[in-house]
């Protein structure tokens, strides 16, 4: 309870700066977070184009949070085992990229969510090995795949998998694409998430894996002190390759809702700003699994009403960016003091 009253505050706090930023530029702050709920499809917009609602702004917010959620569970897990995994990005570059190239051969969603969560998982895997048997730190591992396997990818795409016209990669088959693109539902063309769902349901099953289960003891045990842990009975090694391994996949599943929901190619020579974000995010949350929905849909409003806020009140796309630092910023603040005062 603690934990989310202060997530609250640092949200309550990055909003009234963020307003007074407004304020100071000769905006008005009330109509700048109206437009962004409008944008977000939480709020009514004055008109809309052709076959376009309220509704299809709404699920169009469901189908760009749901990496997120899978991308901050991926966070927040290896968190509570005492891991910094920053290489969520590569991660989900890599479980895309994988999905991508299976689905090319059996067109199958569920043939890319399988792919896709094993590729994750073994990168994560690779992490957790170097440390339990190397002691290398996660954070420069991490970093160091990132970087290879964009560039690896990268000479792939450009090579054998590039869109000459759009520049990207060949998109996904739409029979194995998990975002329903364009659905003609009551007169309106809605994109409709199918891993929404299944992102949920990996929230609720991950905060029980944490709290009622044996691994998920071990795993809070280590984290907290991996000392007291080995003297207790525990394999910390295991245990450090289990979480890094359940993360990875997690991101897995987050590059796969991604890159084969949301986006159905990949752009080359980037990996995805969203794995860095889900760090935030899972703060935001608490390192909770139920705090990340919460958090993923806060953050995911502010970055699609942006765009809207943007064009309606003249104001630029940065300062929703800055919002959005500010809470984060806060919220990692308000975690550092709490972990100061226990």
Same mark, same amino acid.
């Given at each position: 309870?603690?934990?989310?009253?202060?997530?609250?505050? %640092?949200?309550?706090?990055?909003?009234?700066?963020? %307003?007074?930023?407004?304020?100071?530029?000769?905006?008005?702050?009330?109509?700048?977070?109206?437009?962004?709920?409008?944008?977000?499809?939480?709020?009514?917009?004055?008109?809309?184009?052709?076959?376009?609602?309220?509704?299809?702004?709404?699920?169009s917010?469901?189908?760009?949070?749901?990496p997120?959620?899978?991308?901050?569970?991926?966070?927040?897990?290896?968190?509570?085992?005492?891991?910094?995994?920053?290489?969520?990005?590569?991660?989900?570059?890599?479980?895309?990229?994988?999905?991508?190239?299976?689905?090319?051969?059996? $067109?199958?969603?569920?043939?890319?969510?399988?792919?896709?969560?094993?590729?994750?998982?073994?990168?994560?895997?690779?992490?957790g090995?170097?440390?339990s048997?190397?002691?290398?730190?996660?954070?420069?591992?991490?970093?160091?795949?990132?970087?290879?396997?964009?560039?690896?990818?990268?000479?792939?795409?450009?090579?054998?998998?590039?869109?000459p016209?759009?520049?990207?990669?060949?998109?996904? $088959?739409?029979?194995?694409?998990?975002?329903?693109s364009?659905f003609?539902?009551?007169?309106?063309?809605?994109?409709?998430?199918?891993?929404? $769902?299944?992102?949920?349901?990996?929230?609720?099953?991950?905060h029980?894996?944490?709290?009622?289960?044996?691994?998920?003891?071990?795993?809070?045990?280590?984290?907290?002190?991996?000392?007291?842990?080995?003297?207790?009975?525990?394999?910390?090694?295991?245990?450090?390759?289990?979480?890094?391994?359940?993360?990875?996949?997690?991101?897995?599943?987050?590059?796969?809702?991604?890159?084969?929901?949301?986006?159905?190619?990949?752009?080359?020579g980037?990996? $995805?700003s969203?794995?860095?974000?889900?760090? %935030?995010?899972?703060?935001?949350?608490?390192?909770?699994p139920?705090g990340?929905?919460l958090?993923?849909?806060?953050?995911?409003?502010?970055?699609?009403?942006s765009?809207?806020?943007?064009?309606?009140?003249?104001?630029?796309?940065?300062?929703?960016?800055?919002?959005?630092?500010l809470?984060?910023?806060f919220?990692?603040?308000?975690?550092?003091?709490?972990?100061?005062?226990?």
């Amino acid at each position: 309870m603690r934990k989310f009253t202060l997530s609250c505050l %640092a949200i309550a706090v990055s909003l009234i700066f963020g %307003a007074l930023i407004l304020w100071l530029m000769g905006k008005n702050p009330g109509d700048a977070y109206m437009s962004i709920l409008q944008g977000a499809g939480l709020m009514e917009k004055a008109r809309y184009s052709g076959r376009q609602s309220m509704f299809t702004d709404f699920m169009s917010l469901v189908d760009a949070m749901t990496p997120m959620i899978f991308a901050s569970l991926a966070v927040a897990l290896a968190l509570k085992g005492g891991f910094f995994n920053i290489g969520v990005s590569g991660q989900m570059l890599f479980a895309g990229f994988c999905a991508h190239m299976a689905a090319q051969f059996l $067109p199958s969603r569920i043939v890319v969510v399988i792919v896709g969560f094993v590729a994750g998982a073994v990168v994560g895997a690779l992490i957790g090995w170097l440390k339990s048997r190397f002691n290398v730190n996660e954070v420069v591992s991490s970093i160091m795949l990132n970087s290879i396997l964009m560039y690896v990818i990268t000479f792939y795409i450009y090579t054998f998998y590039i869109n000459p016209v759009s520049r990207n990669s060949v998109s996904v $088959p739409a029979a194995a694409r998990l975002t329903l693109s364009g659905f003609r539902w009551e007169g309106m063309k809605v994109d409709i998430a199918l891993a929404f $769902p299944a992102a949920v349901i990996t929230a609720v099953l991950l905060h029980w894996f944490i709290n009622k289960t044996t691994y998920g003891y071990e795993i809070k045990a280590v984290g907290l002190s991996p000392r007291a842990a080995h003297y207790a009975g525990m394999n910390v090694g295991r245990t450090a390759v289990i979480t890094m391994t359940l993360s990875g996949a997690l991101a897995g599943l987050a590059g796969v809702a991604y890159y084969c929901g949301y986006l159905a190619a990949i752009q080359p020579g980037v990996t $995805p700003s969203m794995g860095f974000d889900a760090i %935030a995010v899972s703060l935001l949350g608490g390192n909770n699994p139920l705090g990340c929905i919460l958090a993923s849909f806060l953050i995911t409003v502010i970055s699609k009403g942006s765009v809207y806020m943007s064009s309606r009140q003249n104001i630029e796309l940065e300062i929703a960016s800055l919002i959005t630092a500010l809470i984060l910023t806060f919220a990692a603040c308000s975690a550092v003091l709490d972990r100061r005062r226990k």
